[in-house]
């Protein structure tokens, strides 16, 4: 998978839920261009030091979408 480490808990699935569906959202709506993981995390509500926990990069996501 394109993912630093597995989740072990349900929150940390869903945080990479989260951040999945909020990265397809900018996808959808602004296009390639506009991708990136300070638009990923404002989309998603959530900081980006907890996307890096799990995703080195914003193509990591897109790996696993």
């Known amino acids: 998978s394109g993912l630093l480490r597995e989740p072990k808990q349900r929150r940390s699935v869903e945080l990479i839920d989260t951040f999945c569906n909020a990265s397809m959202k900018v996808l959808k709506e ?33 790996s696993i979408i």
Request: with cysteine; charged share 20%; glycine share 10%.
């Open 30 to 62: 602004e296009g390639g261009q506009y991708f990136s993981t300070n638009l990923i995390t404002e989309t998603s509500g959530l900081v980006v030091s907890s996307l890096y926990r799990f995703f080195l990069k914003k193509m990591r996501v897109c």
